[in-house]
């Protein structure tokens, strides 16, 4: 199992900056591929940005060069730094780890910019 723990959530303005963490019970150098979706009501859940073996990062048609990942595998922590937020990156962000045992989700964060 992998469990998956997020932070740095919470109401921001837009224009605004947030950065998500996401704490991983496994080593982050060991998975196949870590990162961030997210899901606004009534929408699917989408890409945010992954990294992979290899330090192969994809990022979201969206993000437009605003959002950035890294992972720190001394601390087994993913971040995203969310810069110039917009009233509809509003959404729960949920952080994804593909690993040999499986596919694991954490529990959410919610992130809402207010305009």
């Known amino acids: 199992q992998v469990q998956l723990v997020e932070s740095g959530g919470g109401l921001v303005q837009a224009g605004g900056s947030l950065r998500l963490s996401c704490a991983a019970s496994?080593?982050?150098?060991?998975?196949?591929?870590i990162g961030w979706y997210r899901q606004a009501p009534g929408k699917q859940r989408e890409l945010v940005a992954t990294?992979?073996?290899?330090?192969?990062?994809n990022y979201g048609d969206f993000v437009k060069g605003r959002f950035t990942i890294s992972r720190d595998n001394a601390k087994n922590t993913v971040y995203l730094q969310m810069n110039s937020l917009k009233p509809e990156d509003t959404a729960v962000y949920y952080c994804s780890a593909r690993h040999l045992l499986g596919n694991f989700w954490g529990q959410g964060i919610q992130v809402t910019v207010s305009s």
């Open positions: 990294i992979a073996i290899g330090d192969s990062i």
């Open positions: 496994r080593s982050t150098s060991s998975m196949i591929a």
